[in-house]
């Protein structure tokens, strides 16, 4: 059963998504913040797998919640849940520890199944949403050529070519499809990339790109 705790300062949003939630015969919810501050002690003191957090809130916002909640090394996972689809905290919270975001407007079958994947260690990053963030962000972030860093140094040319796919939003399939190579080998490239650049999931390899100027 996956134990999902909702973080949002408006109570009908929580009784919606308490109402879907508890509707699922995986998953239930054990409790509900309308604050960050509380959030992150909720999540000391009872087992939580997932977090839906609004990432606007007062007494403390949903990215700085999600940064403590980062650093207290337990398995729970974040998913960020805003109004806004182009909001500088959605960042904030992504390179603090979020493993994905949606709007709130979602779907039902959308958010259950952001869930189940963010409670299965995947990250959501859909590709519009990885878009979006390419396209508002890039200008927030210090201009660099590809691979300046040295990060990338380490990459084949393969990987490069991997990771700048992850970059624009593409699924597995679709990066099969694109560099010609089967879906399991396009697993292994992900796996390697994880591990070369020390990222923890998709979500992490996107920002990673961004940084280094891929994805364009």
Known sequence: MIKVLLADDQ????????????????????GEVDNGRDAVAMVR???????????????????????????????????????????????????????????KDALPEELLG??????????VVAPSTTKRLLTHFAGLLPKSDPGASGRLDTL??????????????????EIAE???????TVK????????????RDRVGLVLIALEEGLGD
Do not use: C, W
């Open 11 to 30: 109570s009908l949003v929580r009784s919606g998504f308490r109402m879907l939630i508890d509707s699922a015969d995986d998953m239930e919810t054990v």
């Open 45 to 103: 003191t009872r087992p939580v797998d997932v977090v839906l957090m609004d990432i606007r809130m007062p007494v403390m916002d949903g990215a700085e919640a999600t940064q403590q909640i980062s650093r207290l090394g337990l398995d729970t996972k974040v998913l960020v849940l805003t109004t806004f689809d182009l909001d500088e905290y959605v960042f904030a919270a992504l390179r603090g520890g979020a493993s994905g975001f949606l709007l």
């Open 114 to 123: 952001a869930i189940r994947s963010v409670a299965a260690g995947d990250a």
């Open 156 to 173: 084949t040319e393969r990987e490069r070519e991997v990771l700048g796919e992850v970059a624009r939003g593409a699924n597995n399939q």
């Open 178 to 184: 694109r560099l010609y190579m089967a879906e399991g």
């Open 188 to 199: 292994t490239h992900i796996g390697r990339l994880l591990s070369k650049l020390d990222a």
